[in-house]
């Protein structure tokens, strides 16, 4: 690790475990989050000093790719890095290795955009603070899975439903980016997870919902046993696409 690099060390408690002992995928996801939050709060260009200038970071686009889960009890890093910045957009990498370091359980890629508190427009990254994101931009370190996707998704008809509750609704006030992770995993059965493991998921975000909101989760599976998700908020007759999700599992061992 070097300056442009965090290590964040994370616990698999029980209370963040499934069934089957393992650590479960939105608070994995949440854990990366908050890597990444420290990361850019250590180098002032995190959402605290961003907020004192009403802007904020929003994610776009996120693929988790894993080879094993955490199981309970282990003691685990989360290393992040900024690979690329651009004007509007920026490319964040995440290893989630064993405390040792000897063991890979996956990696993380995303894009992020900086956006106006008020008004939700895209923001000049480099115009904050100096630039001073490109100090630690680190494209040199390699993160070895598939880029993040736009997540083209086919024609879907079938789909559940549920509705934004209190638990769902982070500090922003809209349901929080992991949650709809969450709900889509909770679509799958027990049996499903005493079989398969998650191996891949790629999500791409494209609106907010807020509490009280009606979400329908649509869902296909295609002949190549891809799961494919779209998420879109009910109002009446009108219809909001939130997100776009891509999904491979891959058989346990």
Known sequence: MNEKTTLYHCTADAFHCDFNHEFRIGDLGNAMLN???MHSTERRFGMTYLNTLNK???????????????????????ETWVENAMKYFTKRNWDILSEDSSKVYGHGKSI????????????????????TITEYVYPEKSCPIADVSRVKTPAMTEYTEFVVKYSDVDVNGHCNSMKYIDHVLDTF?????????LHRLEIAYVAESYCGD??????????TGEHFFRLAKQAGEEETELCRLRITF???Q
């Open 250 to 252: 891959k058989n346990k």
């Open 214 to 223: 009606t979400i329908r989760i649509y869902h296909l599976q295609d002949e």
């Open 35 to 37: 890597a990444a939050d």
């Open 56 to 78: 904020t970071w929003v994610l776009s686009r996120l693929a988790i790719e894993m080879e094993e889960i955490p199981q309970e009890h282990a003691h685990f890093v989360i």
């Open 112 to 131: 992020w955009a900086m956006i106006d508190l008020s008004t939700r427009e895209p923001q000049d990254i480099f115009a904050v603070n100096e630039g």
């Open 189 to 197: 059965s027990l049996e499903h997870y005493k079989q398969q493991q």
